[in-house]
């Protein structure tokens, strides 16, 4: 005998985030936790750099550095997804001497069983 599970699955409410950070500063631009029992699949990314910055991208506490855009008409897609299972964190590093307005564009899907 088999067995059917139904799952919910809720898109990510926030996909789109910016922020304008000052020269010198540091800032989260997209933070999301994972809680409630789902598990996060991140499908697609996108994200605005300049040569004289960087990102972190934290996936349960790992962090990433990127220095690299991925424009947001042309988002990078996963497939298999990233998983998360506690948090998803973007955090915007200007080590510039001019102030950046950047946006993050982090989508997917959170999903748990049913009861």
Not at 5 to 27: H, W
Not at 88 to 109: P, Q
Request: glycine share 6%; charged share 30%; aromatic share 14%.
């Amino acid at each position: 005998m088999s067995v059917v599970r139904k799952l919910e699955r809720i898109k990510f409410p926030s996909s789109y985030q910016y922020r304008t950070v000052n020269a010198g500063e540091t800032k989260v631009v997209w933070e999301m936790p994972v809680t409630g029992g789902f598990i996060a699949f991140i499908r697609k990314v996108a994200f605005d750099w300049y040569g004289d910055t960087y990102w972190e991208f934290i996936v349960d506490g790992i962090p990433e550095k990127i220095e690299f855009t991925i424009p947001s008409t042309d988002p990078e897609r996963y497939d298999p997804p990233i998983i998360a299972y506690k948090r998803i964190k973007w955090i915007f590093h200007n080590t510039s001497t001019t102030d950046r307005t950047v946006g993050v564009l982090c989508d997917g899907e959170l999903v748990r069983e049913k009861a």
